[in-house]
């Protein structure tokens, strides 16, 4: 089986798809009664692997951000995405251990690419070590909303939250700040932005990227 085929037949039964609100399906414009199969559809027909020349060029960029030392340990593996800004909102993105970027990743300047790698393979090392990276936050002033507590009458309660949490739980975990809540799903007509993940992984890229470029 390609590593293609591979990730196919994981997205076509991944919990996540299954687990859209109302909001997220609307976002990625899935209509009302459309199943989601839809969607998962539409996502597998943009997918495919990069052409050799492509794949060069992107392993030239990661040999250099490997030579800072970072993250060395997390493996490189990309699909390409054709640019649909439907699919998972047309932003480059992780699944499983693949980094998803869209297929008019090269049109960007070279501080963009790398800032776009350094940024994506931050989320994998996340979802592979989340209990260093929650360590960070909660050192960063963060505290963690626990499962048991995620029931948005408990979490207004201990947090005095004005922001009510999404029904499905996240896998990055949902966050209190300074009363604010912080998830990446949709709250009624918002999408609640800087959850603490993406905010370390833009800040790590910043940097990083500077001393490449
Ligand atoms: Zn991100």
């Known amino acids: 089986m390609s590593k293609l ?3 196919i037949s994981k997205i076509k039964v991944h919990k996540h798809f299954y ?5 997220d399906k609307e976002s990625r414009g899935i209509l ?3 199943p989601i199969e839809f969607y998962i559809k539409r996502y597998i027909d943009n997918l495919s692997d990069f052409t050799k020349e492509e794949m060069n060029e992107i ?4 040999k250099k951000i490997d030579s800072t030392g970072y993250l060395v340990e997390i493996k ?3 699909m390409k995405l054709n640019y649909d800004s439907t699919i998972e909102h047309g932003f480059p993105h992780t699944f499983d251990d693949i980094i998803i970027l869209r297929s008019n990743f090269f049109s960007y300047d070279k501080k963009i690419q790398f800032l776009l790698l350094i940024h994506e393979k931050t989320h994998l090392w996340q979802k592979r070590y989340p ?5 960070i936050l909660i050192k960063e002033g963060y505290e963690k909303v ?3 507590m995620y029931d948005i009458g408990k979490v207004i ?3 005095g939250a004005k922001i009510i949490p999404a029904t499905n739980m996240d896998v990055l975990g949902v966050w209190c700040k300074d009363n604010k809540i912080f998830h990446t799903h949709y709250v009624g007509d918002i999408m609640v932005e800087n959850h603490p993940y993406e905010l370390y992984a833009e800040r790590i890229a910043s940097e990083l990227s500077d001393r490449l470029i």
């Open 157 to 159: 309660k201990k947090y």
């Open 19 to 23: 687990n859209f609100n109302k909001k």
């Open 59 to 62: 392993t030239n960029m990661c």
């Open 32 to 34: 009302p009664n459309q």
């Open 146 to 148: 626990e499962n048991n």
């Open 131 to 135: 209990h260093l990276m929650d360590n």
């Open 76 to 78: 490189w593996q990309f």
């Open 5 to 7: 085929d591979d990730i």
